[in-house]
């Protein structure tokens, strides 16, 4: 099996900084696209910041400048700095690959992490 797990969520007061990490594990062939998405309450989820496998990086536009996303190939890991936190960055963020597991014959799939609280405080 394939797993995502976030961690580095927490309660930041504005201004300040968090690092969320998204490690992956189990049974992987390889790593295409690594993604954060994050849902506020009574909001829909929504695309953050995104990574493909060759660095290429595209950020949501209230993000942009403030929220940085890296990864690690070597340690299945996507990373998410996130600078100058605001009160609406408040949110469940979520990552999300597209992982081929060794044990599929039909090629990658998406998987989702369970998702990390960050509160700002104003």
């Known amino acids: 099996q394939v797993q995502l797990v976030e961690s580095g969520g927490g309660l930041v007061q504005a201004g300040g900084s968090l690092r969320l990490s998204c490690a992956a594990s189990g049974s992987i062939n390889s790593i295409n696209a690594m993604n954060w998405y994050r849902q506020a309450p009574g909001k829909e989820r929504e695309l953050v910041a995104g990574?493909?496998?060759?660095?290429?990086?595209n950020y949501a536009d209230s993000v942009k400048g403030r929220f940085t996303i890296s990864r690690d190939n070597a340690k299945n890991t996507v990373y998410l700095q996130m600078n100058s936190l605001k009160p609406e960055d408040t949110a469940v963020y979520y990552c999300n690959a597209d992982i081929w597991p060794s044990y599929s014959d039909y090629g990658s799939l998406w998987f989702w992490g369970q998702g990390t609280q960050v509160t700002v405080s104003s």
């Open positions: 990574i493909t496998s060759g660095g290429s990086k």
